[in-house]
């Protein structure tokens, strides 16, 4: 039997999800929405479909190609976007045969194709339209080439001119809002919507996809769904009915209860999510559609874009931290007798700085936190900021980074390039303290760590290390700024 599949549907109800792809692409338990109705497709015994499609064609193209790893045969057509069903068949260059299925492929659906074509075979109708629990199925067979019932088709209404077939079991999501959408995925974690998920079953009520970091012990109650190449930290706690993509990241301590996080999407320490989509930095509110932009890169950020987590991890800084405080003992030393001969009766100076780990402030929020850092009341710029070695241990520094900077300048930068570099770890070293001079202006140095942070990448900052400890043994180092 032909089968034509519509997946054309423009998608203006789910932005922002569909700004920069199409509903059949769109992730939902671990699969494209697409990908699932293939898959019941195949189930219902159908081997080959014609795809109609509109916004971002070629990606959906390349993604299925021929349809072979769904054990399918696969053809494609474009359309303006959400054309009638007539002006469809009319376009196609190979018409289906009679008798043929036509069904929306943006709508998720569970055991109820095989069902609808059975219970077609018991009549002898020239249409036949699905229906489920009273409302549209969103498929129709048809027995003659072009059925005059098509021509007033309606994919929100019941049409007179077809016999109407009602589906006892399964389910119809129309993913017609951010709220559908994000139900969908809970039903498909919790088993709800029987679907064909990647992965294996690692705990009661968790599914975990290949190459996964995450602890059965995570799942505090109800489900879960866990794409593939995640890394979940074992303190966090999944709670209710929970769908994470593939890609992601998950940091100590946070808490996801009933929310949806999108591929390639980082959740920051501390963080709660709760009855929402997270897409990267942004923080979609299911109840109101409201959509939250997080700049801070150390809460929310996209795995895509921003690369805060692909260079050197935390416990990776802390262990060169504390190598480069071996091997600088003998500064300490001279740093020690320096003091002594310039002024023993006040060694230190304190510095109360905002760092890189992550505290909840008074109103349950995430936030960088700060921390107190003492530099050597001496005039040589390479032994006064040896105690920052002891912040890159603590984790309040990493090694590589921008210029720590107080809480107080860090709130009063509020221009988008301003956010932009405050995004970057603050760092022992960096482009800033390399090559900015210590008396540039406050936007120099923001310029510097702006343009760190847009071309980041870890050789980069292997290179600045390496620049580092030249530095060391340069004039400047020693009688000049840093």
Known sequence: MDVIVLADRKGQELLPLTDNTCIPLLPLAGKTLLEHTLEALVQAGLRQAHIVLSPYAEEVKGYFGTGERWGMALTYSTSRGEESAVQVLASLANPPESPFLILRGDVLRSNVIGEFLAQAETSTAACLQAQFAGDNAFMMLCREPRPAALANLDWEQTLQACEQVEIAEGVVNKLDSLAAFHQANLAAAAGRIRLLLPGLQTALGMTQGRNSQVHPQSLKQGAAFIGAYCNVHPSVELSGEVVIG????????????????????????????????????????????????????????????????????????????????????????????????????????????????????????PQRAEFVVWQLNVTMPVLRYLPRLLAVISGDLRVVGGLPVSIEQAVQRMEDWEKFADQAPAGLVGPTHLLIPVNATAEEKLLSDSFYWANFSIQQDFRYMAQALRAVFSRKAWFGEV
Not at 261 to 272: F, K, L, Q, R
Not at 284 to 291: E, L, Q
Not at 332 to 353: C, D, E, F, G, R
Request: proline share 4%.
């Open 246 to 365: 593939d890609h992601v990241i998950i940091d100590q301590c946070a808490v996801i209860t009933d929310s949806v996080i999108m591929p390639h999407s980082y959740i920051g320490e501390m963080v709660e999510v709760r009855n929402a989509i997270v897409r990267g930095n942004e923080l979609i509110r299911v109840d109101s559609g409201a959509v939250l932009k997080i700049t801070d890169a150390f809460l929310l950020a996209d795995l895509n874009t921003n690369p805060i987590h692909q260079g050197l991890g935390s416990v990776y800084n802390r262990i060169l931290g504390a190598l480069l405080l071996i091997l600088s003992l003998p500064l300490w030393l001279l740093a020690s007798i320096a003091v002594l001969l310039k002024n023993p009766t006040a060694p230190l100076n304190k510095q109360v700085l905002r760092g890189n780990k992550i505290i909840l402030d008074d109103f349950g929020l």
